[in-house]
């Protein structure tokens, strides 16, 4: 089993590119949530997906967007990057909720710069 | 607000010995508490996870512990190898309306050296 896979691993874009990040999962999960990680600063919700079909905001998700395609996989937008998104990217799945001790499985990640 | 702090925020240890991290929270309701490890570059990969009624629990070399009342946390890592070089992460799950969100400490970084 490849477990959660994300791609790219890593990008670069200009202010004002668009890009989408993408996140797969095998494990039959039904939940599944994008992260972001900035020094010095815990991980950050974006975006999270309880169950096939529905999404909702997490702490931070001013200036992204996402789908849930299917079961398997889940991506995340950034329509017109800033600066400020610079970070990395992490897309976990879980079997449910954080409620329920489930336990969240974390991809590799996504290094993005933007200039 | 939901908050997780750790301690100390970095620490180096020679290969062999034990430590203690530490973990802080005020996140409530609680609903578990989970330690995490995280290699340089990598996603973070779950060590154990805690529940209210639950005041220790072991996955190998390391052992949690967990104190409702004070809300308090520790990670006890024993005879440390330079495999477990990587940063430690607190988190903590709520119960209620954000029943998919989790509180993430900072975390700390340990540095095992022979």
């Known amino acids: 089993n490849a477990g959660v896979t994300q791609t790219p691993k890593f990008q670069v874009l200009k202010t004002g590119q668009s890009m989408t990040l993408q996140c797969a999962q095998d494990?039959?999960?039904?939940?599944m949530y994008w992260y972001r990680q900035d020094p010095g600063m815990g991980l950050r919700l974006i975006y999270y997906?309880?169950?096939?079909?529905?999404?909702d905001k997490g702490e931070v998700p001013n200036g992204y967007n996402v789908s849930r395609l299917n079961k398997r996989e889940f991506s995340l937008r950034l329509e017109s990057a800033a600066p400020s998104q610079t970070s990395v990217y992490f897309c976990?799945?879980?079997?449910?909720?954080?409620?329920?001790?489930?336990?969240?499985?974390f991809g590799p990640g996504t290094r993005l710069t933007v200039t | 607000k939901n908050q997780v702090e750790q301690s100390p925020q970095s620490l180096i240890i020679l290969e062999g010995k034990n430590c203690t991290l530490q973990?802080?929270?005020?996140?409530?309701?609680?609903?578990?508490l989970r330690w995490y490890k995280q290699d340089t570059g990598r996603g973070p990969v779950s060590l154990t996870i805690m529940t209210f009624s639950e005041n220790t629990k072991s996955n190998g070399r390391y052992t949690a512990t967990l104190d409702a009342d004070t809300k308090q946390s520790s990670l006890h890592i024993t005879a440390s190898q330079l495999s477990d070089s990587a940063s430690y992460i607190c988190?903590?799950?709520?119960?209620?309306?954000?029943?998919?969100?989790?509180?993430f400490g900072k975390g700390t970084k340990l540095s095992v050296i022979p």
């Open positions: 494990m039959n999960h039904n939940s």
């Open positions: 976990a799945s879980s079997e449910g909720g954080t409620v329920l001790s489930y336990e969240q499985y």
């Open positions: 988190v903590v799950s709520a119960k209620g309306a954000g029943s998919y969100q989790l509180t």
């Open positions: 973990c802080n929270y005020t996140v409530s309701p609680f609903s578990n």
């Open positions: 997906s309880a169950s096939e079909g529905t999404t």
